[in-house]
């Protein structure tokens, strides 16, 4: 079953082109995976260093075991602790249903 991740962060504001840059990177490689379906990641609209991230993936599982370790998220997961001014907020949803304009 499909899980969804939804994933907040408060940047550094110093730090704010770095983290994109690093992220950027982690969302352009993982489009690739097999197990992935879709992310989008958004920014707060009253502050330009609050983001959410909302991701969606085939299996919890493998997002746990095979996922995470991909060496591509490396350098991203190493500097969090740099970039954030707290700890990422995550919660995990099960998708229920999605509905999408067709043009």
Request: hydrophobic fraction near 40%; charge should be negative.
């Amino acid at each position: 079953m499909a899980i969804t991740y939804l994933i907040k962060f408060d940047v550094v504001p110093e730090q704010r082109d770095r983290f994109l840059s690093l992220l950027n990177g982690v969302l352009d490689a993982m489009r690739s995976e097999p197990m992935f379906h879709q992310a989008v990641l958004h920014q707060d609209p009253e502050s330009k260093n609050r983001f959410m991230l909302y991701e969606t993936w085939e299996s919890h599982e493998d997002v746990l075991s095979v996922q995470l370790n991909r060496p591509y998220r490396e350098a991203y997961h190493q500097a969090l602790p740099e970039l954030l001014r707290e700890e990422r907020d995550i919660s995990i949803w099960e998708p229920l249903r999605a509905d999408m304009q067709q043009r």
